[in-house]
């Protein structure tokens, strides 16, 4: 008879277990997005999970940074690594939108125009008439889309990681080949 295979392991109930080694922004995301999950409409819920999912990446790419200072660019690359592909595979069950337009109106010429009408002395019927025909808030649509933001960057790290690792292992190698490239001149002299 075939030996039985292995009961798979049970997932541990303990939320401590499970995100223990996670950096505490991750977990915080996830639980946030769950109970909001719950909550919220579709449309409202994919707009703030946007949001959160970007301010947890920000998180993860400071710590990241201060990690790879004090101990070395290799283990914050790692770091980032482990955390962009949980990051990635958690909110894969919550079917977030990730393509949303942001549209930001931005009002700074008006402001501009008002404020030097201020400072020639006050409102003229010219300043004013300027004001209203040269003034427009500018609208800007930016499409987000934090799946491919959590992939380009997920990627860029791997690239990063590769490119240290790399460097690291060539380095001992490369001094040598510059040693062997002088010998034929070494041997000339001799």
């Not at 999970?49 to 710590?63: D, F, K, P, Y």
């Not at 400072?119 to 040269?134: A, P, S």
């Amino acid at each position: 008879p075939a030996p039985a295979p292995a009961p798979a392991p049970a997932a541990p109930a303990d939320p401590v277990a499970l995100y223990g080694s996670w950096f505490p922004t991750l977990p915080r995301t996830l639980i946030l997005l769950s109970k909001l999950a719950r909550s919220l409409n579709k449309p409202v819920f994919d707009g703030l999970a946007q949001e959160i999912v970007g301010a947890c990446l920000h998180s993860l790419r400071t710590a990241a940074h201060w990690l790879a200072i004090k101990q070395g660019v290799a283990n914050g690359q790692l770091f980032l690594i482990k955390h962009l592909i949980l990051l990635r595979e958690q909110t894969q069950p919550f079917d977030i939108d990730a393509h949303l337009t942001e549209i930001t109106v931005d009002f700074s010429p008006i402001r501009e125009l008002a404020s030097g009408l201020l400072r020639k002395g006050g409102f003229h019927l010219d300043g004013v008439v300027n004001l209203l025909t040269n003034s427009a808030p500018h609208v800007t649509e930016a499409r987000l889309d934090f799946r491919k933001e959590v992939d380009e960057s997920l990627r860029e790290t791997c690239q990063e990681f590769i490119r240290t690792v790399s460097k690291t292992l060539t380095s001992g190698l490369q001094s040598f080949l510059v040693q062997v490239d002088a010998l034929p001149n070494e041997m000339k002299r001799v």
